[in-house]
DNA sequence: GGCACCCACGATAGGATGCA
DNA sequence: TGCATCCTATCGTGGGTGCC
């Protein structure tokens, strides 16, 4: 065990954990402490590194359970649990919250987290001379994703019968369903799904271009929502 | 090469538990 | 009740790795 004290004065947290049988100074032995010599330098110098070191190495684990606080206070009934326990805690909590958002999305017009887009027609909403479109969107949320979806839809042979729109966490899903002259169905479903992915593509295209995906080891920094 | 970070390890303290 | 044992958390440290 190589273990000295890693302050200039005396830790009165941890005193008790140093050992009584170890020589003081710790790493210094008696032949190679000279006094002004370079040795006394090399060792001033590993003494600074290892503060800097066990200091660095403190401020780490405390990231680590500040982290591991914020779990415990979102995780229900978490609060006297040791770590390892926590972190399984969480894993189920997760495992919980998405089988109930995919229970909920299957119920409701949810966005999920793929962009999709859907065409399909409704054989059961068909009228007497006009075929129901049902066609679906899902995408990241932009400002300009309805003006781009209007042009898409213009100069299409289609009439808007109803139109759903749902956001949650910056995604958005449009469900329209539309309605076309019996006979003109078959080009309208590959024109209109074409038209829509032409959508899809553009804020893709936009979204990656804003991203900076690499990010150095040297720029972790704590998300903003993590901090509230 | 220096720095920052991560991971693993051994040492230690202190609480929980079982047992005589 | 006191003691032994186990478990968990914390600490300092060595060493590896990636980045500048």
């Known amino acids: ?13 941890h005193m008790s954990h140093w ?34 070191h066990s200091q660095a190495e403190k401020r780490r684990r405390e990231r680590i359970n500040t982290h591991l606080s914020t779990l415990r206070r979102l995780v229900p009934s978490a609060t006297k649990l040791d770590k390892a326990t ?21 119920s409701f017009t949810v966005p999920t987290e793929m962009d999709d887009v859907t065409v399909e027609c409704d054989r ?29 839809l213009h100069g299409l042979k289609l009439r808007t019968v109803r139109a759903d729109m749902a956001t949650l966490g910056g995604r958005v899903k449009n469900v329209l369903i539309l309605s076309t002259k019996v006979g003109e169905e078959g080009a309208c479903l590959s024109t209109l799904k074409d ?13 990656v271009s804003s991203q900076n995906t690499n990010l150095s080891k040297r720029q972790r920094t704590m998300p903003s929502f993590w901090s509230n």
Not at 30 to 52: D, N, R
Not at 200 to 207: A, K
């Open 124 to 152: 059961n909403g068909a009228l007497k001379d006009r075929f129901i479109i049902r066609a679906s969107l899902c995408c990241d949320d932009r400002p300009e994703l309805y003006t781009d979806l209007i042009q898409a």
């Open 86 to 106: 926590l972190l399984g805690r969480v894993i189920d909590h997760v495992k919980e919250l998405k089988r109930k958002a995919l229970e909920i999305g299957n």
């Open 195 to 207: 038209s829509l992915k032409e959508v899809l593509g553009r804020i893709v295209f936009t979204d």
């Open 1 to 13: 065990m190589a273990k000295f004290f890693s302050s200039g004065s005396l830790q009165e947290t």
């Open 19 to 52: 050992p009584m049988v170890l020589p003081w100074p710790p790493h210094v032995s008696t032949s190679s402490c000279q006094v002004g010599g370079s040795e006394t330098s090399k060792e001033a110098k590993a003494l600074i590194s290892s503060q800097s």
